[in-house]
């Protein structure tokens, strides 16, 4: 069965930079989620899309920002990276928003 | 949601019966009990979730009290595969809402 795809899977790059992580949903799937998971933490909510409109907030940095496309895959673009943007970004989907998150193999991001 | 609570940390032998328990004395009518765990490093994985009744499906089984207070997930023969992080979730329903991890149980199944 299909999965949630993300890419690029590592990622590294320095301070001030900016980045961008890509969601690709499961088909079919309209809702899409992205999580912060930092070394030692458990996974934090940072926001999600329900058919390309932004549906829920947690505690995103303004430095970042997401959307969700027309075909509905998702980008969370980061800018003025900073050391303790150094975590794994999960992205999960749902086929409703009222169905189960299935979750992406994640992007480790890493800033020097 | 409701806050729920679970053991840091649990052991069990390959074959036999994991049972994780969860703490949610809190919830509300309308939330649900959901089960992900998190093999290390990977995305978290559903499992189960229920409402006021027992729940069964291919990988578990979720027993949940009368009173909603608290549940029970059953692994019924674990596997070495099966060590991960457990996350018990209470969650209402809603557009597109978010999960709350708290700090799961620790699973580690042993030789």
């Known amino acids: 069965a299909a999965g949630v795809i993300q890419s690029p899977r590592h990622l590294i790059k320095e301070k001030r930079e900016t980045a961008t992580l890509k969601c690709y949903p499961i088909?079919?799937?309209?809702?899409v989620y992205w999580y912060q998971q930092g070394p030692g933490q458990d996974p934090q909510f940072l926001i999600s899309f329900y058919e390309k409109m932004q549906s829920d907030k947690g505690s995103i940095p303004d430095r970042f920002s997401a959307q969700q496309f027309s075909d509905y895959h998702s980008e969370l673009n980061m800018s003025s990276l900073e050391l303790g943007d150094s975590a794994l970004y999960f992205c999960?989907?749902?086929?409703?928003?009222?169905?189960?998150?299935?979750f992406g193999p994640g992007t480790r991001l890493t800033v020097l | 949601d409701a806050k729920t609570t679970q053991p840091t940390s649990m052991d069990c032998a390959e074959g036999r019966a994991a049972n994780l328990p969860c703490n949610h004395s809190?919830?509300?009518?309308?939330?649900?009990v959901y089960w992900y765990r998190q093999i290390h490093s990977q995305g978290p994985q559903y499992i189960i979730h229920?409402?006021?009744n027992n729940e069964t499906n291919e990988m578990a089984s979720l027993i949940i009290t009368e009173d909603r207070k608290s549940s029970t997930l059953i692994l019924p023969h674990a596997t070495l595969r099966d060590t991960a992080v457990y996350y018990c979730?209470?969650?209402?329903?809603?557009?597109?809402?978010?999960?709350?991890f708290g700090s799961g149980t620790q699973l580690t199944v042993l030789p």
């Open positions: 088909p079919r799937h309209d809702t």
């Open positions: 999960a989907s749902s086929s409703t928003p009222y169905n189960e998150q299935f």
């Open positions: 809190t919830i509300s009518g309308n939330e649900y």
């Open positions: 229920g409402l006021k």
């Open positions: 979730i209470a969650f209402s329903s809603g557009s597109a809402r978010q999960l709350t």
